[in-house]
């Protein structure tokens, strides 16, 4: 398998011909523009114009029918050493070049492709140049992956001492242990190939992984409940999501919240702890529900006393006849109707609360 370097002249961004998805045109100094396909089939660097990559000869599609052989290109070389562009001002980057399917034997062989020749030839089209994306810090033995504008990837660890630009922004007790950084947007301006680490509270959104690593997170709500360690403090396992909003969306089924403690929430207002406070609303409803059969006692009794207190009349023109309707019936039929309501209503009070703690029993374990 031979190789050399070529310069990219356009990239095809169009699915028109399905067997030319992911191809460029490459300028390789020798007048002649060749078609490449990118070597790696699942993971995909689309370069820009003017970006210099590693091209290789190697088997075509049609070997077995006794086709050439293909040319295949890699990811840009990283000749700025720059993130966002890599690309030099080529004055022999030709403006006018067709899409070819001759195979890199064929092309060095002669057939040139016109060299007409434009200085200010652009990046790409829809791509603009962001000269203020700093490269992320390394640290030897890091594993990096960098996007074009400020995305990052890191797995990593927490060096002890490193002649470094930029130190680490978290910290932990062993140097060695894992930690993995997914970084979407800088909060501040970088420097041209100066550069920049990760900043928990400067980034736009991230994910932290850590293992043993604490993290400099100032949170939203200061008080995250009694007996929480701030991410400063705790030096477990765990995930920081940190964003300016979070959305958790469950398409078709539900979302679950699983702890082997509690689970804490923190608002302006409140900072809960929900094993405690069921805890709390469910001792509450007991006690509510024996007040309330204990109310519901009271309304049958003021319903007996009503009856007991009401005056009988009695017939005093025939001696020994059955005595009459009592003289205040009114009064003890509101009396006994006030009761009944009241009755009622505490058997429907009772009923609602003993549906919430059916529910709040159920969810206790």
């Known amino acids: 398998m031979s190789y050399k370097t070529g310069t990219i002249a356009s990239v095809t961004l ?22 490449a396909y990118p070597l790696d089939s699942n993971i995909a660097r689309i370069p820009l114009v003017g970006e210099t990559v590693l091209l290789f000869s190697g088997i075509g599609v049609n070997r077995n029918l006794g086709g050439n052989s293909r040319l295949y290109y890699t990811s840009p070389i990283k000749l700025q050493l720059n993130p966002n562009n890599n690309s030099l001002p080529l004055s022999n980057v030709p403006t006018s ?11 060095s062989a002669g057939n040139p492709t016109p060299s007409n020749v434009d200085d200010d030839t652009d990046l790409g089209d829809g791509f603009e140049e962001d000269s203020n994306i700093s490269p992320l810090q390394p640290f030897i033995g890091d594993v990096l992956i960098e996007g074009r504008f400020g995305h990052s990837l890191r797995f990593g660890y927490t060096p002890n001492t490193t002649e470094t630009s930029q130190r680490p922004s978290w910290s932990s007790n062993n140097s ?20 920049i680490i990760e900043d928990v509270d400067d980034d736009k959104s991230s994910m932290w992984m850590t293992s043993t690593q604490k993290i400099r997170l100032s949170t939203s709500q200061n008080n995250l409940g009694t007996g929480v360690q701030s991410p400063a403090q705790y030096d477990n396992a765990s995930i920081i999501l940190n964003s300016d909003r979070l959305l958790l969306n469950a398409k078709s089924e539900r979302i679950i919240l699983s702890a082997s403690e ?25 006690k509510v529900i024996d007040l309330n059969d204990n109310v519901e006692k009271a309304h049958e009794e003021i319903a007996s006393i009503a009856l007991a207190s009401s005056v009988m009349t009695h017939n005093v023109t025939a001696p020994g006849a059955p005595t009459g309707p009592p003289i205040n019936i009114a009064s003890f039929i509101q009396s006994q109707t006030k009761a009944n309501v009241n009755k009622v209503q505490t058997q429907t009070i009772k009923q609602s609360i003993q549906n919430i703690l059916q529910t709040i029993s159920r969810m206790e374990q």
Request: charged letters at 20%.
């Open 176 to 195: 060695s242990d894992p930690i993995t950084i997914l970084s979407n947007g800088r909060g501040s301006q970088g420097e041209y190939n100066k550069f």
């Open 14 to 35: 169009n699915d028109r011909d399905v067997n030319e998805i992911y191809s460029v045109q490459v300028h390789c100094g020798d007048g002649f523009t060749l078609t």
């Open 97 to 107: 070049t067709q899409p070819t399917n001759q195979s890199y034997d064929e092309a």
């Open 262 to 286: 509690t689970v804490n929430v923190a608002t302006p207002n409140w900072a809960m702890d929900l094993d405690s406070l069921f805890t709390e609303i469910k001792n509450l409803i007991d």
